[in-house]
């Protein structure tokens, strides 16, 4: 009977942890939806995710009076990322572009917003042998 309980509890937890991950999934894409991004490709852990497309919109927004430019977005972004979570981070914006990148593990972020797209990567960094 003992057995019973436990096994009964664990699946319980179980549902319940499954439970969240799928409101937690539905408040990401609300989350999304009211930025008006939209994921291309990625390999990025979520809050990274969610850093450059607050970061995005921030600095979209306060280019709201004037004409969208792609460079400061570009250049933001990369400082964003380079001071956060360490060098080597580049970052493409813009309307049409193409790319081929090798990039480090999780470290890969295509997305558009609103009608501008943007490529954040990481690369690895070694250092200098002297």
Known sequence: MQRAEEELERRSKFLNSLIQKKKNAAEQEQNHDRMNVRVRASDMPLPLQNHAFKTARD????????KLDSKRLALSLKKEFDSTYGPAWHCIVGTSFGSYVTHS????LYFSIDKVYVLLFKTAVDPLEQ
Do not use: E, P, Q, V
């Open 59 to 66: 600095i979209i927004d306060s280019m709201a009076s004037l």
């Open 105 to 108: 593990l999780g470290g890969f």
